[in-house]
């Protein structure tokens, strides 16, 4: 330490006295020396900071002043963007003065400015707040579609009926297949013009039907359309053979979109035009190949009609063995889209056909045993497919029959639906296996 000459001295014993520091203050004090924090305050206030610039205290009351941006310097050039002015702050009260009334920060607050107004705050209007509740409790609307008449509400297959076999039926069924057997047969006898006609009006009534259950169910096919369609497709086809096919589906679908191009909106024009060209195809193209068989210039060894009565005779004959065996020993279902359709009846069917070939068909010229047998096997196997083709596009539509023209049997279609299968299977056969 230090004495009061200016020497040193290192030999005084400590005294063991503490400063004394007050209960109260926290802060550390030092004995002959001032507070720190006080003498910095002091230094820095009287040198470095101007008071009159000093932001209030936080815990002040809100002085509701606004900054602004001011202009204080004029352009001096002739450089457009040198008019646009520098910014400066409001300092003084001068500039409070002289631009209140460029800049009001009261209408934040509402229509009628207020001295209490707080420019942070905004009080909206009751119409307002009655719209904007009004905008959250309404549900927004869900989207619609146009309604299409093709799509019905119900389940298409609700309240189908299911034909109920008795014995009155089978014997109207009966009794309708030998009168259309003899129809038939004569007409074959009559020569090829009559068989023309005759496959061009079933053709055209198994058309119609088509046509009518699709209109059922709520489509909209181009029936007239159609069943010219399918008249023409046949008369093409036994004069030109199958070039016929191509020319007259192209002029099908390019009438079809003439046909529709005034159609109502809620009409399903997709479904319409489909519904239109899968009957022109089941039936008339598949028809067809019974024109195609018996002309001049597709027949082979001009014996078209042999050919084209035998297949009737095969496809008969599965029908009604299918038929009569399914009702005796049927037991196990084939398939659920035909319920009545039993595995023992197709087996009977299968039996009484190639029965058919073997005995029948030999006795009609040009047919063999051999080749009989043949193409029975081969009808055994796509006349059952025809029949449950027909069932899936009835389980489709939720229908019983496609038609009443027939007692017993239904519509037409319903009886040649497995000879749709069995045309083209013999036209092709019969020049496969080069019958003579």
Request: charged share 20%; aromatic share 8%.
């Amino acid at each position: 330490m230090k004495s009061d000459d200016g020497s040193f001295f290192d030999d005084d014993e400590p005294t063991g006295q503490m400063p004394a520091v007050k209960s109260s203050d926290s802060r550390v004090t030092i004995t002959g020396a001032e507070i720190a924090a006080e003498a910095a305050e002091e230094v820095v206030t009287a040198s470095l900071v101007d008071e009159s610039t000093l932001l209030p205290h936080w815990t002040d009351a809100p002085t509701g002043q606004v900054p602004i941006v001011v202009a204080r310097e004029a352009a001096e050039s002739d450089d457009p963007w040198a008019s646009i002015p520098a910014p400066a702050w409001r300092e003084g009260e001068a500039d409070w003065v002289a631009h209140e009334d460029q800049f009001d920060a009261s209408f934040l607050a509402g229509d009628a400015r207020e001295d209490t107004a707080r420019p942070w705050e905004f009080v909206l209007s009751e119409d307002v707040v009655a719209e904007e509740e009004i905008l959250d409790e309404t549900p927004r609307p869900e989207p619609t579609h146009a309604l299409r008449t093709r799509r019905p509400a119900h389940h298409p297959l609700a309240g189908r009926a299911v034909r109920q076999s008795s014995s009155s039926s089978v014997s109207m069924a009966t009794m309708t297949g030998v009168l259309l057997a003899l129809i038939v047969t004569g007409l074959f006898l009559a020569g090829t013009i009559p068989v023309v006609v005759l496959v061009l009006v079933a053709l055209g009534l198994a058309c119609a039907e088509g046509y009518a259950a699709f209109r059922s169910v709520g489509a909209h096919p181009a029936t007239i359309l159609g069943i010219v369609a399918v008249l023409t497709l046949g008369i093409a086809t036994y004069q030109k053979g199958p070039e016929a096919f191509g020319a007259v589906t192209v002029l099908l679908l390019v009438f079809g979109f003439v046909w529709y191009l005034s159609a109502e909106k809620k009409i399903d024009v997709l479904d319409g035009l489909g519904a239109t060209v899968f009957v022109y195809i089941w039936v008339g193209l598949l028809g067809s190949y019974a024109l195609m068989m018996i002309s001049p210039m597709y027949s082979v060894n001009n014996h078209g009609l042999a050919y084209l009565f035998g297949t009737i005779i095969l496809t008969v004959a599965n029908d009604s063995g299918a038929l009569f065996i399914g009702r005796w020993l049927g037991r196990r279902p084939l398939t659920r889209l035909s319920p009545n359709k039993t595995i023992e009846g197709t087996i009977g069917g299968t039996l009484v056909t190639l029965a058919a070939g073997a005995v029948i068909l030999p006795m009609i010229s040009p047919w063999t045993t051999k080749t009989a047998v043949e193409v029975a096997v081969a009808m055994a196997v796509v006349v059952p497919m025809g029949d449950l083709f027909e069932s899936m596009v009835k389980r489709t539509l939720g229908v019983k029959d496609l038609g009443r023209l027939l007692p017993g049997h239904g519509g037409l279609l319903d009886r040649i639906d497995g000879l749709l299968f069995a045309l083209p299977t013999m036209f092709y056969l019969t020049h496969v296996l080069h019958l003579s």
